[in-house]
């Protein structure tokens, strides 16, 4: 006969509540605890948990493991290893800990799946910010669906992802982990990859639970100057979306101070806001270190028990990577009585009943993954593996072997990844019938990033979170570069590309070798790469010469903690391309004046930078947001034309490298004014982006001119192809609210639609529009949405507008909360 707490036929609430009645308090702190595999240290050297060295010891000798784990840190995403061998390790080290505990529970095994599963030899798909530009939230769903299904099929329960900061000030470099500047896509494309991963029944984790993106100065970690009414307007709305849109299970905490409360100890947003208002059920997270952080940085505790007293007594319920504060530290703040009991159970009976949820308390879970149960023999390991998911130093230099039996890359994944980098480049600027690329005798290909896969790869990547500490491991995945993509995708075309002129801007960019191809017989490499002063436009000379075109590829590294140009902890002053790679450009359109050869500016990155400078002198202008492992080939394809751009900017490029960066979301007084000379305005504006077809929009119209508070009208649009080639446009509605009562952004997005037309189709574009998208905050607490005058502006970016439709809200001014309309439905229905 089975307790309660087995019996799969009650809830899993009940479940739980059973399971902490039978425990003693060491074992309710146990599944608050959690270690970290294959890491000895911490951030700056800290040691953060003595445990994590120890950890296949204290698994065998059932020491630290007596009393249950709650949660086992990145298995796969620590070190190299392959899937095979991480799958039964991870196997190996469950069974160890089932066995350790008398209660033969489980861990939660979580992994960062941010820009896919961050492990060796799984897809990467793009960056977060290109799934901004794609405006797809379906194909995001898609992927996240995929993306899930292999973290499920090795064993893993909870992926970190996806980050819902909303950019503030691109300068940050973290501003590529973000989808964009506008709260509404953030929230929408956001919802989308938690629809995905919970699908697959992984438990999607929000990130980061609040204000992060806020910092001064666009620095990691610093103080947010946030008022409640902008906390409540443009941070919270697309944690709010995810939840109630998207079902996340999950939330991570920020790094960050609120008016001098540290978010992993702040008692208003973790338990008042996010369980008593918004009644969220699930668990909190703490961001790596975040518990110890209120000691070590915020200096809000004196201890790492008080530490943890703080965060627990707020909400944290599991301190990740690894314990210092939950452990004994707690435990004997909790026997003298300085910590109510009450809070620990409370923590332990949220994470006992997402066990529970997941199937972990079942009796006849097994710690086989699903990828060693389709395959017995598993590819690899033994009940003998290393229970440090098999992280060893062994081969690290030349790869670990490629997996027979698990694929972390398949097929589906990497054509989804493919579909997403192409509907995520963006044409900035186009002229003189450049692009798409004819047939060209010979081209100039410049910049450091022209034969280098690092332009492909954001920050939490593998190869680039990961991969840098092991010099020599290959990329476990092919990832063409652009050079080696446009040789393939124009082989008419003859592909002259110089080191020198790599060199000039600062040194060749990569650190790590591509796994593709040799480089094409296509491409000429000029010999020496001179480094003297001037070097660099005699090289880029020399490499133009006899060209009819020149492309000049440039953008970022990534890396962290100033390990890259872009990415954790890489912040910039200024928005000025990094590494003097404006003297490349510089140097192009010079070597190009007298010939008249056109040049081409591709820029690979993570934020935006300011391209003004060159603006009138460039013949056309690509965008590419860290495009993943098939990005090369989506921006040869966009080049060549074979891909017709549809893209659309998440952030807004700016003009001018300093001063305080532009945000599409400014009130008037942000605007270009008599009252000062420095016109903010930026280049290339929020939503904008190029195709290679035209198209008309005609029929505009609303279902009403006027309606209650209460009620939703319909905006109609026909939009059609007018052009000779197939295409998609993307739909933009934006809300203006001339009068109100705190001052409002000029326009602000409330929906958008995608709609993919061939050659003289057309379509209907419907959008049903509620006036709580009208809603605005008038402090903390408060929202309204009051009568009066608004206009509904559809638009091809937030300064493109093609109509305006004026709509009176009539009736009472009314109050809403989060069980408002967040979302903008919208319907697309072809002729």
């Known amino acids: 006969m089975t307790d309660p707490w087995q019996d799969t036929s009650l809830s899993p609430a009940e479940r739980a509540a059973d399971l902490l009645e039978r425990m003693t308090l060491q074992e ?36 630290l493991l007596r009393h249950g784990l709650g949660q086992l840190t990145r298995p796969f995403g620590t070190r190299p290893v392959t899937a095979d061998e991480g799958t039964a390790a991870l196997r190996d080290a469950q069974r160890r800990i089932r066995e350790a505990n008398r209660f033969g529970i489980p861990a939660m095994a979580h992994e960062e799946c941010l820009t896919g599963f961050t492990a060796w030899g799984a897809t990467i798909l793009p960056t977060p910010l290109a799934w901004g530009a794609a405006f797809d939230p379906e194909l995001v769903e898609e992927a996240a669906a995929l993306v899930g299904a292999s973290l499920r099929s090795v064993g893993i329960h909870q992926g970190l992802a996806p980050v819902l900061d909303v950019t503030r000030d691109p300068r940050w470099g973290r501003t590529e982990e973000t989808i964009g500047e506008d709260p509404y896509l953030v929230g929408t494309i956001g919802a989308a990859y938690v629809r995905g991963l919970e699908s697959a029944g992984i438990v999607a984790t929000l990130k980061h639970f609040a204000g992060y993106s806020g910092s001064r100065g666009a620095r990691n970690h610093a103080p947010v100057a946030v008022g409640p009414r902008e906390l409540a ?11 109630r849109e998207g079902g996340a299970r999950s939330v991570m905490h920020a790094y960050n101070d609120l008016d001098g409360v540290p978010a992993a100890a702040h008692h208003g947003l973790l338990t008042q806001l996010l369980r008593e208002e918004w009644g969220f059920t699930g668990t909190v997270v703490a961001d790596y270190f975040g518990v110890s952080f209120l000691e070590l940085s915020h200096g809000v505790a004196d201890s790492p028990g008080r530490a943890g007293a703080l965060a627990l007594a707020a909400g944290v319920d599991i301190e990740l990577p690894a314990v210092r504060c939950y452990g004994d530290a707690l435990a004997e703040l909790v026997g003298s009585g300085e910590v109510a009991e009450e809070l620990v159970d409370r923590a332990a009976l949220r994470v006992l009943t997402q066990k529970a949820e997941l199937g972990l308390l079942d009796p006849d879970w097994s710690p086989e993954p699903p990828a060693l149960r389709r395959d017995p023999a598993g590819g690899g390991g033994s009940d003998e593996g290393d229970a440090t998911a098999g992280h060893g130093e062994a081969g690290v230099a030349d790869g670990p072997e490629p997996s027979p039996g698990v694929d972390l890359d398949p097929p589906e994944l990497r054509d989804v990844a493919r579909r997403l980098a192409e509907e995520s480049v963006v044409l900035l600027a186009a002229r003189d019938n450049v692009l798409p690329l004819g047939r060209h005798r010979q081209v100039a290909v410049l910049g450091p990033l022209a034969d280098d896969p690092a332009a492909m790869l954001g920050c939490y990547t593998f190869p680039r979170h990961v991969g840098t500490e092991h010099p020599g491991l290959p990329l476990g995945v092919e990832v063409p570069t652009l050079l080696q993509s446009l040789c393939r995708e124009l082989p008419g075309s003859r592909f002259v590309h110089s080191t020198a002129v790599a060199a000039a801007g600062g040194g060749p960019i990569s650190d790590a070798p591509s796994d593709s191809a040799d480089s094409p017989t296509t491409s000429v490499d000029l010999p020496g790469a001179d480094t003297r002063p001037g070097a ?191 295409g998609t446009e993307v739909v933009q509605l934006y809300l203006h609210d001339p009068v109100a009562r705190t001052v409002r952004p000029v326009v602000r997005l409330v929906g958008y639609a995608r709609v993919p037309l061939g050659t003289g189709e057309s379509a209907e574009v419907r959008f049903r529009f509620h006036p709580d998208l009208a809603s605005y905050p008038l402090g903390a607490t408060e929202r309204i949405v009051e009568p009066g005058a608004l206009e509904l502006r559809l638009a091809a970016s937030s300064s493109d507008v093609r109509h305006t439709l004026p709509l009176v809200l009539t009736g009472e001014e009314r109050r809403v909360g989060y069980d408002r309309a967040l979302v903008c439905p919208v319907e697309v229905s072809a002729d």
């Open 28 to 63: 309710r702190l146990g599944q608050l605890a959690s270690i970290w595999p294959g890491s000895a240290t911490g951030a700056d050297g800290q040691e953060v948990a003595p445990s994590q060295r120890r950890l296949a010891q204290e698994i065998d000798d059932q020491g």
């Open 233 to 243: 307007e443009v941070y919270l709305p697309p944690f709010e979306t995810a939840l």
């Open 536 to 726: 660099g436009t005699e090289a880029v000379f020399a490499t133009v010469s006899g060209s009819d075109l020149a492309l000049v590829v440039v953008g970022d590294r990534s890396g962290l903690f100033g390990r890259g140009t872009s990415g954790e902890g890489c912040d910039v002053a200024e928005l000025e391309l990094p590494e003097g790679q404006g003297e490349i450009i510089d140097a192009a359109l010079a070597a190009t004046e007298g010939p008249g050869i056109p040049v081409v500016l591709i820029v690979l990155g993570g934020r935006p930078y300011a391209l003004g400078r060159w603006a009138d002198r460039l013949a056309a202008v690509v965008q590419a947001f860290f495009p993943g492992q098939e990005g090369g080939a989506a921006v040869a394809g966009v080049l060549s034309g074979r891909v017709n751009p549809s893209g659309r900017l998440p952030v807004g490029v700016p003009r001018h490298r300093g001063g305080q960066p532009y945000g599409y979301l400014a009130a008037p007084l942000g605007q270009a004014g008599g009252a000062s000379s420095l016109d903010p305005s930026p280049l290339y504006p929020f939503g904008h982006g190029l195709s290679y077809t035209t198209f008309s929009w005609d029929d505009a119209s609303l279902s009403a001119s006027e309606t209650d508070t209460g009620s939703a009208v319909e905006v109609r649009l026909r939009v059609r192809n007018t052009g000779d080639r197939a």
